[in-house]
């Protein structure tokens, strides 16, 4: 079995402050993991991706996540807020192997103060 | 490449009703999946696809049925609408192997409500 947490469902930072979203996974056997996100009345877009490559992923708009596997982590950061970073963000875990099924956390919803 | 298309994008129900959303994508991927997005519960899977001919229950398939004759389509059916089936409802598709094939790809969401 897979699960996510994503704790807290609302995390609001200033414009050019730290973004830290947190994601925490549990997998019985070494996961993909992803980050997306959905900015209002849209569908999803990959943010980010770690398929067992380099632990320190670089996504679009300056996003990026580090997994760790002795915290089994997959924390979202980006140094300095825009105001266009507001949207709602999904941390996401799949097993490795063919038809293996994609399971989302609830979601946080992320606002950025002028 | 469209990608992941759906349609509608929004529709209004009365209790009772049945109705179909669409769902294509012409990446030739394998696997699709249909899920519902409701405030604080994320997204939970409905129904999937491995392949055409191929459908399993997700989490949450009460209410729900699904096919896949085509690679490339894979249809949601509402059998007999309930307000509780109010949602959002995304499909998603991606290939089901190689290394960093993993990413699921989204379709634009069908907004629907059960009055």
């Known amino acids: 079995a897979q699960s996510v947490t994503q704790l807290g469902s609302h995390v609001s930072v200033s414009e050019g402050a730290l973004v830290l979203l947190r994601c925490n996974y549990s997998?019985?056997?070494?996961?993909?993991l992803f980050w997306y996100v959905q900015y209002p009345n849209q569908g999803l877009q990959l943010l980010l991706k770690?398929?067992?490559?380099?632990?320190l992923v670089k996504g679009i708009n300056g996003f990026e996540a580090e997994f760790k596997k002795s915290e089994t982590s997959f924390h979202l950061t980006k140094p300095s807020a825009h105001m266009s970073d507001a949207a709602e963000y999904f941390c996401?875990?799949?097993?490795?192997?063919?038809?293996?099924?994609?399971?989302f956390g609830k979601g946080i919803t992320l606002s950025v103060r002028p | 490449n469209a990608g992941v298309t759906q349609t509608p994008k929004f529709q209004v129900l009365k209790t009772g009703q049945s109705m179909t959303l669409q769902c294509a994508q012409d990446?030739?991927?394998?696997?699709m999946s249909w899920y519902r997005q409701d405030p604080g519960m994320g997204l939970r899977l409905i129904h999937y696809?491995?392949?055409?001919?191929?459908?399993d229950q997700g989490e949450v398939p009460n209410g729900y049925n699904v096919s896949r004759s085509t690679t490339e389509d894979f249809p949601l059916r509402l059998l007999s609408a309930a307000p509780s089936q109010t949602s959002v409802y995304f499909c998603?598709?991606?290939?089901?192997?190689?290394?960093?094939?993993?990413?699921?790809?989204f379709g634009p969401g069908t907004r629907l409500t059960v009055t």
């Open positions: 998603a598709s991606s290939s089901s192997g190689g290394q960093g094939d993993y990413e699921q790809y």
């Open positions: 997998s019985s056997v070494p996961p993909y």
């Open positions: 770690y398929t067992s490559a380099a632990t």
């Open positions: 996401a875990v799949r097993r490795a192997g063919a038809n293996s099924k994609l399971t």
């Open positions: 990446m030739n991927h394998e696997y």
């Open positions: 696809s491995v392949g055409a001919g191929i459908t």
